[in-house]
Each structure stands twice: as C-alpha cells, then as structure tokens.
C-alpha cells in the first residue's frame, strides 16, 4: 500500500498561487494514479484532477481547468497541484490519493489517502 503525505497548504490572496506536494513512498509507487481531491466547509469531498501512472491528466473540477495543473517526479516519488489565480471558492483541505495505475473520479476508488493540508483563499 502506498503512503501519501501532502504539503504546501496556507493562506493565500485572491489570485494568487500555491504549489502542493504529495510525497508518495511504499511498494512501487510510481505505478499509482494520484488523484488530488478536497473538502470545502460543510460540503461534500469532490475530485479537482488526478495524474495516472504514465502522466495522463484527468481534471474532475470544471473550475480547476485554466488555473490548476497537476504534475508527477516519479525520481522524487512525489505529485504536484500548481494552482494558480486561486478565488476564495478554493478554500478546502486538499487530499491526495492514489489507487494503481489510472484515474477514475470517485474517491471511493482510492485505496491510500494522505492526511489533508489547509488551503485558505482570502484578502
């Protein structure tokens, strides 16, 4: 199983940026797809984009589409979420997850999970 542990979070101006990590170790992660997902205040958890093994892009957020961009250093074992021109809308604790090799939009799918790390939009 692989573990996830991501980084990055804070606070940050209306449109600003902010680059997290998901640092991935256990057996071969390279071979998992790592989806980035997040749950605003009093919503539903819900899918931003994910990375498949062989670097394909899926974005599940129509809203993350023109800002976010999502990245993967299998040298590094580890998963960047570019976001930029963040709006106070992307306020949430963004998750990292992975499952083996390809993307799919329910994080139902996912077998390992990090713990979350806070993305605060706001003047």
């Known amino acids: 199983q692989v573990q996830l542990v991501e980084s990055g979070g804070g606070l940050v101006q209306p449109g600003g940026s902010l680059r997290l990590s998901c640092a991935a170790s256990g057996v071969a992660s390279y071979s998992y797809a790592i989806g980035w997902f997040r749950q605003a205040p009093g919503k539903e958890r819900e899918g931003v984009l994910c990375i498949s093994s062989g670097s394909g892009t899926n974005y599940y957020a129509n809203s993350a589409k023109g800002r976010f961009t999502i990245s993967r250093d299998n040298a590094k074992n580890t998963v960047y979420l570019q976001m930029n021109s963040l709006k106070p809308e992307d306020t949430a604790v963004y998750f990292c997850?992975?499952?083996?090799?390809?993307?799919?939009?329910?994080?139902?799918?996912?077998?390992?999970w990090g713990q979350g790390t806070q993305v605060t939009v706001s003047s």
């Open positions: 997850a992975a499952r083996p090799y390809y993307c799919l939009g329910e994080e139902t799918e996912y077998d390992s």
